[in-house]
């Protein structure tokens, strides 16, 4: 089975910053593309950076400048630092991945449990 493990978020100040984990685990061959995508109460679930197996990256709007995806591809981890916090930034964070297992004949898209950042004004 596998699975995502998101961890890093928190209760913080506006102005601070964060930085969010998500590690992947289980019987993996291959992971493409890694996100991050954040739900606040009442909206949808949005799109906030994601990054290729390549290192391609793409941002909302919203965020772009003040965040930065990355990953270690040996550890099958995708970071999220988010600077400059503001109180509109306060969600639930998810960690997305399509991921290749062995015998698969196409790639699996996998959702973490989701992290809670709560930004105070």
């Known amino acids: 089975q596998v699975q995502l493990v998101e961890s890093g978020g928190g209760l913080v100040q506006a102005g601070g910053s964060l930085r969010l984990s998500c590690a992947a685990s289980?019987?993996?061959?291959?992971?493409?593309?890694m996100g991050w995508y954040r739900q606040a109460p009442g909206q949808q679930r949005e799109l906030v950076a994601t990054?290729?197996?390549?290192?391609?990256?793409d941002y909302a709007d919203s965020v772009k400048g003040r965040s930065t995806i990355s990953r270690a591809n040996i550890k099958n981890t995708v970071y999220l630092q988010m600077n400059s916090l503001k109180p509109e930034d306060t969600a639930v964070y998810y960690c997305?991945?399509?991921?290749?297992?062995?015998?698969?004949?196409?790639?699996?898209?996998?959702w973490g449990q989701g992290t809670l950042v709560t930004v105070s004004a």
């Open positions: 997305n991945a399509e991921l290749w297992r062995p015998g698969d004949r196409g790639f699996l898209e996998v």
């Open positions: 289980g019987s993996i061959f291959s992971i493409s593309a």
């Open positions: 990054i290729s197996s390549g290192g391609s990256t």
